[in-house]
């Protein structure tokens, strides 16, 4: 089954929402740093970024960054592949929030993980839109951070684990939320 936020991204007001949602969770938790995971964590990760006053730092695949960088290697589901970040892009003791679309395996948050932290940051939480848990964490020590989900996919099912919280505070979202599923 293949899963995407392309019906989530074209509602404008769904979109809006999610993010609100995840500056509601991570403001005021003095994080410094949002480190977004190629591609997808780049729609994420800046509004939040801007909306909490901290800085954007993009986690790209190999050979996509000018200048000097440090990578971490990490084992998918189908292969390896490899995350790069800048040197100097974090600092020592920066509070760190990492961000993708979604989370399978967990490799690609435990890659970014360790890139933040073998800078000296701390990783504060790892904030994704969809959880596959059909799919198994490969043994990775991501349990080492709170993964904060919005979404969480069972099946064709899609269940909302903060939508109903925020419908509690905000009031229903207006148009799709979902996630596109296909077998």
């Not at 190629?38 to 729609?43: L, T």
């Not at 909306?51 to 993009?58: C, E, L, M, N, T």
């Not at 996919?153 to 148009?175: A, F, K, N, T």
Request: glycine share 8%; hydrophobic share 45%.
């Amino acid at each position: 089954m293949f899963q995407d936020i392309t019906t989530l991204l074209l509602d404008p007001k769904a979109f809006k929402d999610t993010i609100d949602l995840f500056i509601e969770r991570f403001k005021g938790k003095n994080i410094s740093v949002v480190a977004g995971i190629e591609a997808r964590g780049f729609i994420f990760g800046p509004p939040i970024a801007l909306a909490i006053g901290a800085k954007f730092v993009p986690l790209r695949k190999p050979r996509k960054l000018p200048g000097e960088v440090i990578s971490e290697k990490y084992v998918l589901e189908y292969g390896t592949d490899c995350l790069e970040m800048h040197v100097g892009a974090v600092e020592p003791d920066e509070r760190a929030l990492v961000v993708d679309d979604l989370i399978a395996t967990g490799g690609t948050l435990c890659a970014a993980m360790n890139l933040l932290e073998r800078a000296g940051a701390e990783v504060v939480e790892c904030a994704c839109v969809i959880e596959l848990p059909d799919l198994k964490l490969l043994g990775l020590s991501i349990s080492r951070c709170m993964i904060w989900l919005f979404i969480e996919v069972i099946g064709p099912i899609l269940y909302l684990s903060h939508y109903q919280w925020y419908q509690s505070q905000h009031g229903p979202m207006e148009g799709t939320v979902a996630v596109w599923l296909e077998e």
